[in-house]
């Protein structure tokens, strides 16, 4: 792995289309890229080094990291501004057992529920939600490269919602799919560039409960499922250069693991187009399974990555997320294989609102014994409904030697 693509900046090399978005690498990658550059420069000076000009070029790769929807709670804000010191919200700190898991990926992908509030106005959750602008940062510092933003509430705020959402996403360098100030923005979302591999990342939800007018008064839209539609923009996106098209559906029943026969009659007819490769879902709040479909990988609900549904008296299983690895290959033959989903099961500690990698941790003994409980329980309920895609827990060290200060640090001070 060369490390994974931290922001996104319009490509200007030569001979790349107007339009098309590069992943920059971080260091690692710089590094070799120049490597790889001064190698090939000394390879042409020496005879019998450089590459026959009919010597195919090696095929191109990508690993996927994505993951499910993220709900900014009431509590879940006050604990990030604490962790902003009072003067923004900070949301990293949840994260950082997890952002190893983001750190493998070339390519990230977030999912944000609630629409961003406008200026001046009140930071708010369920029913009608508006977030914090500084979640964009927060999801840029912990390495994701863009997010889905199309759901049920994306309309909670109006135009105004919408319009804040990507202003702050485009301020930290977060992309995004899904909304647009027009159809033309959220219907064609511009072609990333991931280790030379061209991609499209299309969103959609099943529709919205916020603002209704959102789509008669304004320009502004969030694009709703529609297989036809879906399929048409996947066609463009292609004929606009793209190579992979990933779509994110915000569809299903809330806490419930059963996929519905809507969503399996729209993966059916969305995967027989041929236009789409891959399809990751979201909104119910806990998992669902991954399935084939026309060769195709769908990824019906990846649970929540972070919300405090626990509390509201929802779901247990609204604690538990994933985060789903998947490898692009390019084929001798054009076009690229999606290899077999990896799942890296996550959890949610209520309270202080951490995120547990849950392999790395269920058989840490440095943890207390009510939260490996707790951990193992959760890994469970993901097997129940994901088993054959998820790895085997760490092992248990042979021999752990830990201070009490290090114990509370990784227990927090409290069981949850």
Same mark, same amino acid.
């Given at each position: 792995?060369?490390?994974?693509?931290?922001?996104?900046?319009?490509?200007?090399?030569?001979?790349?289309?107007?339009?098309?978005?590069?992943?920059?690498?971080?260091?690692?990658?710089?590094?070799?890229?120049?490597?790889?550059?001064?190698?090939?420069?000394?390879?042409?000076?020496?005879?019998?080094?450089?590459?026959?000009?009919?010597?195919?070029?090696?095929?191109?790769?990508?690993?996927?990291?994505?993951?499910?929807?993220?709900?900014?709670?009431?509590?879940?804000?006050?604990?990030?501004?604490?962790?902003?010191?009072?003067?923004?919200?900070?949301?990293?700190?949840?994260?950082?057992?997890?952002?190893?898991?983001?750190?493998? %990926?070339? @390519? $990230?992908?977030?999912?944000?529920?609630?629409?961003?509030?406008?200026?001046? !106005? #009140?930071? &708010? =959750?369920?029913?009608?939600?508006?977030?914090?602008?500084?979640?964009?940062?927060?999801?840029?510092?912990?390495?994701?490269?863009?997010?889905?933003?199309?759901?049920?509430?994306?309309?909670?705020?109006?135009?105004?919602?919408?319009?804040?959402?990507?202003?702050?996403?485009?301020?930290?360098?977060?992309?995004?799919?899904?909304?647009?100030?027009?159809?033309?923005?959220?219907?064609?979302?511009?072609?990333?560039?991931?280790?030379?591999?061209?991609? %499209?990342? @299309? $969103?959609?939800?099943?529709?919205?409960?916020?603002?209704?007018?959102?789509? !008669? #008064?304004? &320009? =502004?839209?969030?694009?709703?499922?529609?297989?036809?539609?879906?399929?048409?923009?996947?066609?463009?996106?292609?004929?606009?250069?793209?190579?992979?098209?990933?779509?994110?559906?915000?569809?299903?029943?809330?806490?419930?693991?059963?996929?519905?026969?809507?969503?399996?009659?729209?993966?059916?007819?969305?995967?027989?187009?041929?236009?789409?490769?891959?399809?990751?879902?979201?909104?119910?709040?806990?998992?669902?399974?991954?399935?084939?479909?026309?060769?195709?990988?769908?990824?019906?609900?990846?649970?929540?990555?972070?919300?405090?549904?626990?509390?509201?008296? &929802? =779901?247990?299983?609204?604690?538990?997320?994933?985060?789903?690895?998947?490898?692009?290959?390019?084929?001798?033959?054009?076009?690229?294989?999606?290899?077999?989903?990896?799942?890296?099961?996550?959890?949610?500690?209520?309270?202080?609102?951490?995120?547990?990698?849950?392999?790395?941790?269920?058989?840490?003994?440095?943890?207390?014994?009510?939260?490996?409980?707790?951990?193992?329980?959760?890994?469970?309920?993901?097997?129940?409904?994901?088993?054959?895609?998820?790895?085997?827990?760490?092992?248990?060290?042979?021999?752990?030697?830990?201070?009490?200060?290090?114990?509370?640090?990784?227990?927090?001070?409290?069981?949850?």
């Amino acid at each position: 792995m060369f490390g994974r693509a931290q922001t996104a900046e319009r490509c200007m090399q030569p001979g790349v289309r107007p339009g098309i978005l590069t992943t920059m690498a971080g260091r690692n990658r710089r590094t070799l890229a120049v490597t790889l550059a001064a190698a090939s420069a000394i390879a042409a000076l020496v005879p019998g080094t450089a590459r026959a000009d009919d010597e195919p070029a090696p095929l191109r790769s990508f690993v996927l990291s994505t993951t499910g929807d993220f709900l900014p709670h009431l509590r879940i804000n006050a604990v990030a501004r604490r962790h902003g010191k009072g003067t923004t919200h900070d949301y990293t700190p949840f994260f950082s057992r997890i952002k190893p898991l983001l750190a493998e %990926a070339d @390519l $990230a992908i977030c999912h944000l529920e609630p629409p961003i509030a406008p200026p001046g !106005t #009140r930071i &708010t =959750a369920d029913p009608m939600w508006g977030a914090p602008a500084s979640i964009a940062a927060s999801m840029v510092s912990l390495g994701y490269d863009r997010c889905s933003t199309a759901t049920n509430h994306s309309g909670d705020r109006g135009r105004g919602g919408v319009i804040a959402t990507i202003n702050a996403f485009e301020a930290a360098g977060l992309g995004f799919s899904g909304t647009g100030r027009t159809p033309e923005e959220a219907q064609q979302p511009p072609i990333i560039e991931v280790n030379g591999v061209r991609v %499209a990342h @299309l $969103a959609y939800t099943f529709g919205f409960t916020g603002e209704r007018r959102l789509h !008669t #008064r304004t &320009t =502004a839209r969030v694009n709703l499922i529609r297989s036809a539609q879906i399929i048409l923009d996947a066609t463009d996106a292609r004929s606009r250069g793209a190579e992979v098209v990933i779509v994110s559906m915000h569809w299903g029943n809330e806490y419930v693991s059963r996929v519905t026969p809507s969503q399996r009659r729209i993966a059916q007819t969305v995967t027989a187009s041929g236009a789409v490769d891959l399809i990751v879902g979201s909104h119910a709040h806990v998992l669902q399974p991954i399935e084939q479909v026309n060769g195709k990988w769908v990824v019906y609900g990846m649970g929540n990555i972070l919300a405090d549904q626990r509390r509201t008296g &929802t =779901a247990t299983g609204t604690q538990d997320g994933v985060v789903v690895q998947l490898t692009f290959t390019e084929r001798d033959g054009g076009g690229f294989d999606v290899g077999r989903p990896v799942v890296f099961p996550t959890w949610v500690r209520s309270g202080s609102f951490q995120v547990f990698n849950t392999l790395a941790s269920v058989n840490n003994p440095a943890l207390s014994k009510p939260a490996r409980w707790q951990l193992a329980r959760s890994l469970a309920r993901v097997r129940r409904v994901l088993g054959a895609y998820v790895p085997a827990p760490a092992p248990p060290p042979t021999t752990v030697t830990t201070t009490v200060a290090t114990t509370a640090l990784l227990s927090g001070s409290a069981a949850p």
